[in-house]
């Protein structure tokens, strides 16, 4: 009786958990906020702006990238959350003098200093995909668990696993409120791997929402600090865009 009893007044002192929809709700609803099907889907996506990077997580590593830039050429299907796909590259750049390089063109990795070997790239790769799987959530193969809710920044959140077709899990916490997905996690060869989402500005045309801030932690070090300041969607990209040269210089848009 007494274990009941203890039992009971445990239990009512515990907060009351949200009333959560299911998981595949939740995604759907995160869809919606961020654009609908022109996000779900989108073609390109081009961003820039300035970072902080600190390649140890630690303050002696800091450089700073007073340009910071992306273009990417998003896959039509994605069956596995943590490897290369689609087209991207990546440029960072203080004042003339490049940071780094990093480019997927479909087939081969490169990096400033040229082509990057298969096993290396595999796993610059993993280290780094994850966040598009959340597109492909609600299609045929993949599987959506409601985990326990959480906080971010001071927002409440539910939190997602999802479960790829090839079996890669990755975690995505998504405001109870507006639904803007404000984390994600998953497992890398160099550790637990988050980023966070913040500074969140609509773009009117074609109607896409954007964080303007993205912190990337490893093992709970934080490695980088992006803030975008614009964003352009759906634009055509040239495929030479996705090879690096040894050498050349960081390029805008």
């Known amino acids: 009786m007494r274990a009941l009893l203890f039992g009971w007044l445990l239990s009512a002192a515990l907060p009351a958990l949200p009333d959560a929809p299911n998981a595949a709700h939740i995604i759907r609803k995160a869809h919606d906020a961020a654009?609908?099907?022109?996000?779900?889907?989108?073609?390109?996506?081009?961003?820039?702006?300035?970072?902080?990077?600190?390649?140890?997580?630690?303050?002696?590593?800091r450089q700073t990238a007073d340009r910071y830039v992306m273009w990417r050429e998003f896959p039509a299907w994605n069956n596995t959350a943590h490897a290369a796909n689609g087209k991207v590259r990546i440029d960072a750049a203080d004042g003339n003098k490049t940071l780094f390089q990093i480019a997927f063109d479909g087939e081969k990795t490169?990096?400033?200093?040229?082509?990057?070997?298969?096993?290396?790239?595999?796993?610059?790769?993993?280290e780094n995909f994850g966040f598009g799987i959340i597109r492909f959530a609600l299609d045929e193969g993949f599987k959506q668990t409601l985990m326990a809710p959480d906080s971010v920044d001071g927002h409440a959140v539910f939190v997602v696993k999802i479960t790829d077709p090839s079996g890669g899990e990755t975690n995505f916490a998504i405001d109870q409120q507006s639904h803007q997905i404000r984390r994600v996690g998953f497992d890398t060869p160099r550790g637990w791997h988050e980023r966070i989402y913040s500074d969140f500005f609509w773009v009117e045309d074609p109607g896409w929402m954007q964080p303007g801030r993205v912190r990337l932690y490893y093992n709970g070090a934080k490695t980088n600090d992006i803030r975008w300041t614009k964003a352009v969607i759906n634009e055509p990209i040239e495929a030479s865009r996705f090879v690096i040269d040894p050498g050349s210089p960081s390029v805008s848009q």
């Open 35 to 61: 654009g609908g099907e022109v996000w779900r889907r989108p073609s390109t996506l081009y961003l820039e702006g300035s970072a902080e990077l600190y390649a140890d997580g630690t303050l002696a590593s």
């Open 110 to 126: 490169y990096n400033q200093n040229g082509e990057v070997p298969g096993a290396a790239a595999s796993r610059e790769w993993s």
